[in-house]
């Protein structure tokens, strides 16, 4: 298995860049964390408190194609989801994964993203809860659920509310990656 998780360079949040990386990992995935630049990813807690520096493996402009992973994951943060859904690239990715029918897994405020790269339409799935309006307004079918997957869409759409969420969420993410290798 092998996964990548898109990132910018400030406010991701900590635990939701953090838990699913190490999940994934000891399930045997190679996770490759891309960033906007190859600089550290300073990640926040709770929006406000600064959380811990990542070093990315590599930026998204270096990513190659989609085909090279199994799957996409998008952490939360509101500021890093506002910055990742205005960058081409990470629309530009987003899009291939879905357009290879490969998974697509976003959190918190990731699926941001999901609006900005068209993949919210005809899809049900959760977010934090004051995104709600955004997704239900660009033709998602909201609900208020630890994890939504949604396979209605050609791929596999992976979505969840917030950090607590996160086991859910992470579990979710490896067992569709199992049930796709198998």
């Avoid at 998602?140 to 859910?168: K, N």
Wanted: include cysteine; hydrophobic fraction near 40%; glycine fraction near 10%.
């Amino acid at each position: 298995m092998s996964v990548l998780v898109l990132t910018t360079n400030y406010g991701t949040e900590q635990d939701e860049l953090n838990r699913p990386v190490a999940v994934l990992r000891g399930a045997g995935a190679r996770v490759t964390v891309a960033a906007q630049r190859h600089e550290p990813v300073h990640t926040l807690v709770s929006d406000r408190r600064p959380g811990a520096d990542v070093m990315p493996d590599t930026t998204l402009a270096d990513v190659g194609d989609a085909e090279e992973y199994d799957a996409v994951v998008v952490p939360g943060g509101t500021v890093n989801a506002d910055r990742l859904r205005t960058d081409d690239r990470a629309r530009h990715l987003l899009a291939a994964f879905a357009a290879a029918g490969k998974p697509v897994a976003a959190i918190c405020h990731g699926p941001w993203l999901l609006v900005d790269s068209g993949l919210a339409r005809g899809r049900e799935l959760t977010s934090y809860p004051s995104l709600r309006p955004d997704l239900e307004n660009a033709g998602a079918g909201w609900v208020d659920r630890e994890v939504v997957v949604d396979t209605s869409g050609g791929h596999p759409l992976i979505t969840s509310r917030r950090p607590r969420d996160l086991d859910a969420f992470s579990t979710a993410i490896v067992r569709t990656l199992e049930g796709r290798a198998g």
